[in-house]
């Protein structure tokens, strides 16, 4: 089963700007998916029932591809789309958090029909991460963007389109980049802080999703140097899954003990990964 992670290009980093695949080995197994419709990839998330991979262009649309890596549905040029991250919902449709609008939206997995906003518009100074808990809720980090715009937060919104956010987490030592829901019901955040910093302190954060509680905390080691970490994914081995600059890493996530990379690619700026197919 390969891993697939997209490379930033542009200002999200100095990657290759494609959907890059991986073997079990870590070994580079090529570009994916070569179809001119890709561009800084941002995030993707396979749709087991489905069996399609879903994936966030750059070029302002959604994409959704089959094993093959052949695109098989294509929301077509959204202007000012700008999409982040991506993650199904508990009512069967893609959600996806939009960069310049500050907000998520939600499109039918036919992808041939317009977004709905989920949130409103400017709803956080930047959105980054974001997925649904056991209980409906959707839980957003609150990051700082590119010209140093944001705060630093995790805010839970009801199931209720359009609720108000309500402040979950307020960690000292947290910058979100990215946000997953574990299989214990906990919420896993990446963390860069301070965000940009030469310096800065690079950890996956977990927390309660009751209280926002700081449960534990998952710190690299050996010789994962674990710059610039963004998107996380469980694997269908329970271990934890972080993409960042130049490689892979894994935690064991029963343990918390970080298993070292998986992925060593120069120049790699992943943004997202998962498994396909």
């Given at each position: 089963m390969p891993l697939l992670v997209t490379s930033a290009s542009g200002a999200n980093g100095d990657g290759y700007g494609a959907l890059l695949a991986f073997d079990r080995d870590g070994k580079p197994l090529g570009v994916f998916c070569n179809d001119q419709r890709i561009a800084d990839p941002r995030g993707l998330v396979v749709h087991q029932e489905e069996r399609l991979l879903y994936l966030n262009s750059g070029r302002d649309r959604v994409l959704a591809l089959d094993a093959d890596g052949t695109v098989v549905r294509d929301t077509g040029t959204l202007q000012g789309l700008n999409p982040g991250g991506g993650s199904f919902g508990p009512d069967g449709r893609y959600y996806v958090g939009l960069r310049g609008r500050r907000t998520v939206t939600a499109f039918l997995l036919t992808l041939d029909a317009p977004g709905e906003d989920f949130l409103a518009p400017g709803i956080v100074p930047?959105?980054?991460?974001?997925?649904?808990?056991?209980?409906?809720?959707?839980?957003?980090?609150?990051?700082?963007?590119?010209?140093?715009?944001?705060?630093?937060?995790?805010?839970?919104?009801?199931?209720?389109?359009?609720?108000?956010?309500?402040?979950?987490?307020?960690?000292?030592?947290?910058?979100?980049?990215?946000?997953?829901?574990?299989?214990?019901?906990?919420?896993v955040v990446s963390s860069e802080y301070p965000f940009g910093a030469s310096d800065a302190v690079t950890t996956v954060r977990e927390y309660d999703p009751m209280d926002g509680r700081l449960v534990r905390v998952f710190r690299p080691k050996g010789s994962a140097g674990f710059r610039r970490p963004r998107g996380l994914r469980f694997g269908l081995d329970g271990n934890l899954y972080c993409a960042a600059q130049d490689e892979v890493i894994t935690f064991d996530f029963t343990s918390g003990e970080c298993l070292g990379v998986v992925v060593q690619f120069s120049r790699l700026h992943g943004q997202a990964l998962d498994f396909f197919p």
């Amino acid at each position: 089963m390969p891993l697939l992670v997209t490379s930033a290009s542009g200002a999200n980093g100095d990657g290759y700007g494609a959907l890059l695949a991986f073997d079990r080995d870590g070994k580079p197994l090529g570009v994916f998916c070569n179809d001119q419709r890709i561009a800084d990839p941002r995030g993707l998330v396979v749709h087991q029932e489905e069996r399609l991979l879903y994936l966030n262009s750059g070029r302002d649309r959604v994409l959704a591809l089959d094993a093959d890596g052949t695109v098989v549905r294509d929301t077509g040029t959204l202007q000012g789309l700008n999409p982040g991250g991506g993650s199904f919902g508990p009512d069967g449709r893609y959600y996806v958090g939009l960069r310049g609008r500050r907000t998520v939206t939600a499109f039918l997995l036919t992808l041939d029909a317009p977004g709905e906003d989920f949130l409103a518009p400017g709803i956080v100074p930047f959105p980054r991460g974001f997925a649904f808990g056991r209980d409906r809720r959707l839980f957003l980090g609150s990051g700082i963007g590119p010209q140093g715009e944001g705060d630093n937060a995790v805010v839970s919104f009801g199931p209720t389109r359009y609720m108000r956010p309500s402040t979950l987490v307020s960690d000292p030592q947290l910058s979100p980049l990215d946000l997953a829901i574990a299989p214990n019901g906990n919420v896993v955040v990446s963390s860069e802080y301070p965000f940009g910093a030469s310096d800065a302190v690079t950890t996956v954060r977990e927390y309660d999703p009751m209280d926002g509680r700081l449960v534990r905390v998952f710190r690299p080691k050996g010789s994962a140097g674990f710059r610039r970490p963004r998107g996380l994914r469980f694997g269908l081995d329970g271990n934890l899954y972080c993409a960042a600059q130049d490689e892979v890493i894994t935690f064991d996530f029963t343990s918390g003990e970080c298993l070292g990379v998986v992925v060593q690619f120069s120049r790699l700026h992943g943004q997202a990964l998962d498994f396909f197919p």
